[in-house]
């Protein structure tokens, strides 16, 4: 059950401080649970679990590959453990070791990709990555999250704790603004419909899930009622969902922080198509791009991603 903040220009808890909290209190009770570093231990705060929890923790440092190959003989073990990256070093680069390693053989690794697609910021291209959630949904049971905010993301990582196999994680580090009501609960597979609308259904997640909500307001001044639905588990995706909201619509818009090539906006249209659905139907994200350098700000609307973006996009699909 979840509930939504009044206010959401407020931002919460930088994200990392959440993950690392949130584990911080997961090991008082499971001592299966261990965080693995790749060398970002500053950057992502694990180096306060390296202080509180000396033997639940692992610096791999900078190899990658060597973390998930070690994460997975851990869980071979019985652990639970839980390895951290910027986006593109957590999937792209070690993607044969999560594939072989992690998934075809059985074992359970919780990834936290940081810095998705335009909050890489000033870290530029290298460390940019459009195309993670893709890489990840191509493999077998895999299960993908997109985090909207602290309190989502604090939920998913409990969840995460209790579950077996390979679980990705999409979220910031920094802080985002609030989107959820403190204690706020979900369900894997399920997406969340947090505003009702009536023209144009708008599939959303991850921090942009805000900007997709200053969308429908903004529509609504217009005369455009718009449906705005939190789909923040992105594997399984929430079939059931989709196919009861779209009935009715005029359109359907998918908004993410992604390539348009094999994200959510990939998963949605496959939904769609597989049902026979005719509406019409735009994905809004990043198409055919690489990363570069610039505030999160100034990328966030170089690639064209903010609510004004995805307004002119619905208001052309309508048209």
Not at 110 to 128: E, L, Q, V
Not at 194 to 199: A, H, I, P
Not at 244 to 254: D, I, L, S, Y
């Amino acid at each position: 059950m979840f509930t939504l903040r009044s206010d959401r220009s407020k931002k919460g808890k930088e994200l990392r401080m959440v993950v690392v909290e949130t584990l911080q209190d997961i090991m008082k009770e499971n001592d299966k649970v261990v965080a693995l570093e790749a060398d970002l231990g500053g950057a992502s705060g694990f180096t306060k679990i390296q202080k509180t929890n000396p033997d639940r923790f692992i610096q791999c440092g900078i190899s990658e590959a060597n973390m998930v190959g070690v994460a997975a003989g851990l869980s071979v073990t019985g652990f639970k453990p839980f390895v951290h990256s910027f986006g593109p070093f957590a999937t792209r680069r070690v993607y044969d070791q999560i594939f072989l390693s992690g998934a075809c053989a059985g074992n359970t690794i919780n990834i936290y990709g940081s810095d998705p697609g335009f909050t890489a910021g000033p870290n530029g291209g290298t460390h940019t990555t459009w195309e993670d959630v893709a890489l990840i949904r191509a493999i077998p049971n895999s299960v993908i999250c997109d985090t909207a905010d602290a309190v989502q993301l604090e939920w998913i990582i409990r969840e995460y704790a209790r579950m077996e196999g390979i679980h990705y994680i999409r979220a910031n580090r920094k802080d985002v603004r609030n989107v959820y009501g403190e204690g706020s609960t979900f369900e894997i597979g399920k997406g969340n419909i947090l505003k009702q609308g009536e023209d144009v259904l708008i599939i959303t997640a991850g921090q942009i899930v805000s900007d997709a909500l200053d969308c429908a307001e903004e529509l609504e001044k217009q005369g455009i009622s718009a449906e705005v639905v939190d789909m923040f588990c992105i594997k399984p995706i929430d079939k059931e969902l989709i196919l009861n909201e779209v009935k009715g619509k005029k359109a359907v818009v998918t908004f993410e922080n992604h390539s348009i090539t094999g994200g959510l906006g990939s998963a949605v249209a496959e939904v769609l198509a597989e049902n026979c659905i005719s509406v019409k139907f735009k994905r809004h994200g990043v198409n055919e791009c690489f990363g570069q350098v610039g505030t999160p700000d100034f990328l966030q609307k170089e690639f064209k991603l903010t609510a004004e973006d995805l307004k002119q996009t619905v208001l052309e699909v309508l048209k």
